[in-house]
């Protein structure tokens, strides 16, 4: 299985600003993907992020709010813009195609609070 | 669109009794079917998936089943242990990327 990390693991932010998101896989994956994960609640995914490409945003989410970069095969981000408190959220990011049989691995999230 | 519904939102077990969730899906061509453990602040965690070409599939005490002709799948978790208590999701993928998740079944153990 991958190893994934994100940072920062939590943050408190003012309404207004944006925060950016890492995520590193220890070994190269076929796919990323970034969810969110408001408290008590499932998985919404926000995007599938493309390695040298835009990334692929599902219904809802938009790229000038949640600017993705996937530069490498290991390493993505994901920017929070002009947040809102309604952004409040866990955020989470996911590698999948290690061993070419689709199992997604998450990282432990990163807990954005916006005020 | 995949639709992915799991029941029950909770349960309670006592340690060593079984614990079932359920889950039903909408999309026929989904054929990919993970579990996942999420303990409080910590992301979710894989435990076990089945595949569409696979019935059922066990390790340990935590088995799947599938089925395809009625689109719903389950996880059985035998001898429970206080550990086990987290919040479970199913899931469903039509082709090994974008998963759709249930709402979670939050699982209590009591000693």
């Known amino acids: 299985s991958a190893v994934i990390s994100q940072k920062p693991s939590r943050d408190i932010c003012q309404r207004g600003t944006s925060l950016t998101i890492q995520c590193q896989v220890d070994?190269?994956?076929?796919?990323m993907f970034w969810y969110r994960q408001q408290p008590g609640q499932s998985l919404t995914l926000i995007a599938t992020?493309?390695?040298?490409?835009?990334?692929?945003?599902e219904s809802g989410f938009v790229i000038d709010k949640f600017p993705i970069s996937r530069p490498n095969l290991t390493f993505s981000t994901l920017t929070v813009s002009n947040m809102s408190p309604e952004d409040s959220s866990i955020y989470l990011c996911?590698?999948?195609?290690?061993?070419?049989?689709?199992?997604?691995?998450f990282g432990p999230g990163t807990r954005l609070t916006v005020t | 669109g995949e639709n992915v519904e799991q029941h029950p939102s909770t349960l309670s077990v006592q340690e060593g009794d079984s614990a079932v969730i359920k889950c039903t899906y909408s999309?026929?061509?989904?054929?990919?079917f993970p579990w996942y453990k999420q303990e409080l602040g910590k992301g979710p965690q894989l435990i076990i998936d089945?595949?569409?070409?696979?019935g059922e599939k066990k390790d340990q005490r935590i088995a799947v089943t599938l089925n395809k002709t009625a689109k719903h799948f389950s996880l059985h978790i035998t001898e429970t242990q206080p550990e086990d208590s987290a919040v479970y999701f199913c899931?469903?993928?039509?082709?090994?990327?974008?998963?759709?998740f249930g709402k979670g079944t939050m699982l209590l153990v009591s000693p």
């Open positions: 070994s190269q994956v076929t796919m």
């Open positions: 999309d026929s061509a989904s054929n990919y």
């Open positions: 899931a469903a993928s039509p082709g090994y990327s974008t998963l759709t």
């Open positions: 089945i595949r569409s070409n696979v």
């Open positions: 992020a493309n390695q040298g490409s835009e990334a692929t945003y």
């Open positions: 996911s590698g999948s195609g290690l061993a070419g049989e689709g199992e997604q691995y």
